[in-house]
């Protein structure tokens, strides 16, 4: 376990949300089966965000971060029976999962080239990996781990198919924590990863390109839920390049 002050900011984001969330959810369903079933589900997915950002270890990060996509794809596909749920429950999983694999070789290129996997010894050796032969290769993965998680261009389309979930999971996870952790992780590695022209030039030409675009694909929408998702990836779009 790693808590500084970043740790706990999204610690408290998730518990505070989530409480809410929890409390909407038990008046959302009127079946008690389907509550039950639900709340099981969005515990296992609080506890698998709560690990990501307490993380000591990347490859505890690593399992915490593919914990939320597996388990996402259950709350996206809760309503099994229809088609939309189904497909963007897929097309979510495809995404954030492929992604979490290009983290993975990144998480261990950055262990191998400190030596350790330990997140301390990671953040104590930033100008180790900035000189690295390896570095590219390390930005490259971690970016594109970060910007799947958070529906960053080209990736942007998964998140508004997501929102065929029930409205808890749908305010909960693609509003308020699973999209924010690849904004965690980037804030998170920023100390030894940032402050190089790939790094700068990456963040904020995605992320303005993101938030422009998907400004524009909200006006479109005539769903409400369509529109929330849209707005909430510009959103993370202006977070990423700030």
Same mark, same amino acid.
């Given at each position: 376990?790693?808590?500084? !002050? #970043? @740790? /706990?900011?999204?610690? *408290? $984001?998730?518990? %505070?949300?989530?409480?809410?969330?929890?409390?909407? &959810?038990?008046?959302?369903?009127?079946?008690?089966?389907?509550?039950?079933?639900?709340?099981?589900?969005?515990?296992?997915?609080?506890?698998?965000?709560?690990?990501?950002?307490?993380?000591?270890?990347?490859?505890?990060?690593?399992?915490?971060?593919?914990?939320?996509?597996?388990?996402?794809?259950?709350?996206?596909?809760?309503?099994?029976?229809?088609?939309?749920?189904?497909?963007?429950?897929?097309?979510?999983?495809?995404?954030?999962?492929?992604? !979490? #694999? @290009? /983290?993975?070789?990144? *998480? $261990?290129?950055? %262990?191998?080239?400190?030596?350790?996997?330990?997140? &301390?010894?990671?953040?104590?050796?930033?100008?180790?990996?900035?000189?690295?032969?390896?570095?590219?290769?390390?930005?490259?993965?971690?970016?594109?781990?970060?910007?799947?998680?958070?529906?960053?261009?080209?990736?942007?389309?998964?998140?508004?198919?997501?929102?065929?979930?029930?409205?808890?999971?749908?305010?909960?996870?693609?509003?308020?924590?699973?999209?924010?952790?690849?904004?965690?992780?980037?804030?998170?590695?920023?100390?030894?990863?940032?402050?190089?022209? /790939?790094?700068?030039?990456? $963040?904020?030409?995605?992320?303005?390109?993101?938030?422009?675009?998907? &400004?524009?694909?909200?006006?479109?929408?005539?769903?409400?839920?369509?529109?929330?998702?849209?707005?909430?990836?510009?959103?993370?779009?202006?977070?990423?390049?700030?």
């Amino acid at each position: 376990v790693y808590l500084d !002050g #970043l @740790a /706990l900011l999204f610690t *408290l $984001l998730v518990t %505070g949300i989530g409480a809410a969330v929890m409390l909407y &959810a038990g008046y959302y369903f009127e079946d008690a089966q389907q509550a039950s079933r639900f709340n099981v589900m969005l515990l296992g997915f609080t506890s698998s965000m709560l690990a990501l950002v307490m993380a000591g270890n990347l490859i505890t990060l690593f399992i915490a971060w593919e914990l939320t996509s597996v388990i996402s794809f259950l709350l996206i596909s809760f309503k099994g029976k229809e088609e939309a749920a189904r497909s963007g429950a897929s097309q979510a999983l495809m995404i954030t999962g492929g992604g !979490g #694999l @290009a /983290l993975f070789v990144g *998480l $261990l290129l950055m %262990g191998s080239a400190v030596g350790s996997l330990e997140l &301390a010894d990671i953040l104590a050796s930033g100008d180790v990996l900035r000189e690295h032969a390896w570095y590219t290769g390390i930005v490259i993965l971690v970016l594109l781990g970060a910007f799947t998680k958070s529906a960053q261009f080209p990736f942007h389309f998964w998140l508004p198919g997501a929102m065929s979930a029930p409205t808890p999971a749908s305010s909960f996870l693609h509003s308020a924590t699973m999209v924010k952790a690849g904004i965690y992780l980037l804030a998170r590695f920023y100390p030894v990863l940032g402050d190089t022209p /790939l790094w700068e030039s990456g $963040l904020v030409g995605i992320g303005l390109i993101t938030m422009l675009l998907s &400004a524009l694909l909200a006006l479109r929408q005539r769903d409400l839920k369509g529109i929330l998702a849209y707005s909430t990836v510009s959103q993370l779009g202006a977070l990423v390049a700030l």
